[in-house]
């Protein structure tokens, strides 16, 4: 301010000058811009990969059967094979199907899979009925299970001839005594009158047969192990059971199939038995929960190729895994794997790289429909960043206009100088875009004419 209490313009030092200062790109707003883009495009591709594809996991429990039983050395096999792709698979003893079929058809209890014979999931009586137990899906079938019956006295050909005598159907709870008891009530015998029925199996069911303190006995998978029947058979007193009506009991009961007793099956040497017997067999599922991931869905059908895969007494080789389902619907997945294999990534890559690659591919439809789309809105976003450098600019220039336009007093005339010499000095300093030097050359206009309003109007006062 001089002497006479005038504002003095701020000059500039010699040589100064207010250069634009213009660049090709800012490469920090279109960083930026790019991005931003691409952590949202990212948070919902990541969004979407969870919902269509988690990650298969790790670990798996599968119910199997009482400690030593055919079915507990068959999870064991699993668990071996498994492991070679790094899933561990923790192996529950159970007190048979029954049980495994329980614990599959509660989520709190954790099991992923099981092994459940066929038509357990129907109710107790002749006829069957729809699946009670939701969230389950079949892998397939992987064993059959014969019933044998051995009996002693005259030759029986119906079942409806054991009624009145004291019959070994299996332990309390075990898909044996359920079947039996549902093949003898629809034969017109009632096991529950009279205690005709004993809770027993296996070893104990055939030393009591032979010791006359049963009529028959009902045998099945363990129960009927071959050094047992080889006994059984042995005896002069002891008949196996031919099922004469085998095809009427599969029209009424569809998940039994008939099965057939080869002669000399149980010795060539003695020929025994000495002529083809007929008998009907349930068939094991490999069972499990409806979100079993499909990678691990490939995994363990192809284990099960390996450990139920060969030929025996009860089977043909490559007979079993097959996709057979009975309670059950089959797996979509595992249709697939019986009908074309595995893909061709898990064909020629190791499991835990071939699910990597999977879940990759997955991102392709992701990328496609939502980055893609995304980096449209980079150039505007870019534009926006640059362009509010200016609009900021602006809005000080109005708060300053306002200012002195309302009070214009010295003082307020001092601070319009001061402040509007920053901003038209840090106008000059930024690094503009070539491609927004209008928006740059006119904010600098604007700052030029404003003060050039306020010193009119400074003079105007004086006067």
Known sequence: ????????????????????????????????????????????????????????????????????????YAALKYQEILARNHVKLNVLVTSGTL????????????????????????????????????????????????????????????????????????????????????????????????????????????????????????????????????????????????????????????????????????????????????????????????????ALSDLIIEAAGEVHGGASLMQNAGEFPAPVAHDFPLSPDAARYYKSGKSFIYRAMPYWLASLVDRLIVLVVPIVVVLIPALRFVPPLYAWRVKSRFRRHYGELLALERKVSDDPSERNYEEFSRRLNRIEKHVSGLRVPLAYADAFYTLREHVSYLRAQVEALRRADDV
């Open 99 to 294: 049980d495994n079929l329980k614990r599959l058809s509660d989520p709190a209890s954790h099991v992923d899979l099981g092994f459940v014979q066929s038509g357990l999931n129907r109710a107790p009586n002749s006829i069957p009925t729809e699946p009670r137990h939701a969230g389950l899906i079949s892998l397939g079938t992987i064993s059959n299970w014969p019933l044998f019956v051995f009996y002693r006295g005259p030759q029986l050909t119906r079942l409806s001839e054991f009624d009145g005598k004291r019959l070994a159907i299996g332990r309390e709870g075990s898909g044996t005594r359920q079947i039996v008891r549902m093949l003898l009530k629809a034969s017109g015998v009632d096991p529950e009158v009279g205690g005709q029925t004993q809770p027993i199996e296996g070893e104990v069911a055939v030393n009591a047969l032979l010791d006359g303190t049963i009529d028959a006995a009902f045998l099945r998978d363990d129960s009927a192990r071959p050094w047992l029947m080889q006994k059984m058979i042995r005896d002069p007193g002891i008949r196996l059971f031919d099922f004469t009506q085998a095809r009427a009991t599969i029209r009424i009961f569809p998940f039994l199939t008939q099965f057939e007793v080869p002669m000399g099956a149980f010795d060539l040497a003695d020929n025994l038995p000495p002529e083809s017997e007929t008998t009907i067999a349930t068939t094991i599922e490999l069972i499990a929960r409806d979100s079993l991931h499909p």
């Open 1 to 72: 301010m001089d002497k006479h209490g005038s504002v003095r313009r701020a000059s500039r030092k010699p040589g100064e000058r207010h250069a634009a200062n213009f660049v090709v790109v800012s490469w920090l707003d279109l960083t930026i811009s790019i991005g931003l883009t691409f952590i949202v495009g990212a948070v919902l591709v990541w969004a979407a990969i969870r919902v269509i594809q988690p990650a298969p996991p790790d670990t798996l429990t599968i119910a199997a059967g009482p400690e030593h039983s055919r079915f507990w």
